[in-house]
């Protein structure tokens, strides 16, 4: 799925973390403690400076290995590959569980084994997907919600967009802005946009939109079609530098995308600005996963120290300060207080954003709808159309 692949992307434009040690292509560890396979999101890795706080305090040396962030392939490798054995844990875009669980690739949590869950915000503990016949097959790691990117100074001069302001998706499909709208080459973000305005909007009758039936999928999909074929999208952006660059050069005046893009257009001097939609946030989540390799070599109890410790604020101010999001739970916040952190006002502002973004309607996404195949096989019509 492009839209991991470009995550990566943006962890890797950031600045790196000093101190760090590379053990094979990819794999980074602190010096000492017991060894834990990580196979999980690159956005996730803090580096042997961050890494080396976890062996200091529970004496686990981990072991990290980007797992591509490719959903699918990730999904194919933990089913018919060896990453289930060949590592103890995971993290991975939320709504693989059921497949991975059904299949023996994870593991169930033993949440009486994680105490710092209980001080996780409520809706973190309520999402879905993390769950699969009544267990916890997921842990919500680090959170956040996408919506629109816009170029508030083109807008101005369109009819109906002279405040500069979009706080719906009926832009991106609005003919008077044709051939200046985008929508991401995936159709893991693309679909659920889409069929978060039809619903909001009444065009549709649809129940989650990230998980759509084989009816409301070919709605969302025949709109969507019929909205490339009359030209509406300049492009399909792929990967984090094309998303940039199609609103930096200004071909684009409105996309869907993630907010890291706006802080990079900003920094660049383009007044560019997250919309605010009133249909709602695609809300995600990237999920902790136990894999059975970590049973096999004797280490369930080890990776569950590990879930506590993501769970108990250093991990969290961490994802915070470098990435902008947030580990759902109040720990972080105390720990940076309680440590006197230098980042503590801009950790607050980070986690009361998100919390604000999710305090609304949030629809969630979903890398593994029940009608996977049926997304893939519309997606590509819709490619070719």
């Known amino acids: 799925m492009d839209t991991n692949i470009s995550r990566r992307r943006i962890l890797q434009m950031m600045a790196t973390l000093p101190g760090l040690a590379l053990i094979g292509p990819g794999c980074t560890r602190p010096a000492s403690g017991t060894d834990v396979r990580f196979f999980g999101t690159g ?10 706080r976890l062996s200091d305090d529970e004496h686990v040396r981990m072991m990290f290995k980007d797992n ?7 999904i194919a490798q933990m089913t018919a590959g060896t990453a289930a054995a060949d590592y103890d844990l995971g993290g991975l875009l939320g709504g693989a569980e059921t497949v991975l669980g059904s299949g023996g690739a994870i593991l169930p949590w033993d949440m009486s084994k994680i105490p710092n869950w209980a001080t996780a915000w409520p809706w973190a ?3 879905e997907h993390t769950r699969w016949k009544n267990q916890q097959f997921g842990i919500p790691l680090v959170v956040n919600a996408d919506s629109m990117i816009y170029l508030p100074d083109r807008l101005k001069q369109v009819p109906g967009y002279e405040s500069g302001i979009v706080d719906s998706y009926a832009a991106v499909f609005d003919p008077m802005l044709r051939g200046r709208t985008a929508m991401e080459d995936t159709w893991t973000n693309s679909v659920i946009f889409t069929a978060i305005y039809l619903k909001q909007s009444g065009q549709l009758s649809i129940n989650e939109p990230g998980n759509l039936t084989e009816t409301e999928l070919r709605g969302v999909m025949e709109f969507l079609i019929d909205r490339k074929r009359s030209g509406q999208f300049r492009t399909l952006w792929n990967g984090w530098e094309q998303g940039v660059e199609v609103l930096r050069s200004g071909e684009v005046w409105v996309m869907t995308g993630w907010e890291p893009i706006v802080k990079a257009l900003v920094d660049q001097g383009i007044n560019a600005k997250y919309a605010i939609p009133k249909e709602g946030y695609e809300g995600w989540s990237i999920d902790l996963l136990l894999h059975s390799g970590a049973e096999r070599r004797g280490l369930v109890d080890v990776c569950h120290k590990v879930a506590n410790w993501l769970h108990g604020g250093a991990y969290g101010a961490e994802m915070a300060t470098s990435r902008g999001y947030a580990v759902p739970n109040s720990s972080t916040l105390s720990f940076a207080k309680e440590h006197g952190l230098s980042d503590t006002a801009k950790i607050s502002e980070t986690l009361g954003h998100v919390q604000s973004k ?10 593994r709808p029940d009608n996977y195949r ?10 070719s159309a």
């Open 43 to 52: 956005t996730l890795d803090v580096g042997a400076k961050g890494w080396g």
């Open 125 to 127: 503990k309520s999402i």
């Open 374 to 383: 049926l997304y893939e096989e519309w997606w590509s019509k819709f490619k």
């Open 68 to 74: 591509g962030n490719d959903a699918g392939p990730v």
């Open 358 to 367: 999710m305090s609304g309607t949030i629809f969630w996404q979903n890398v």
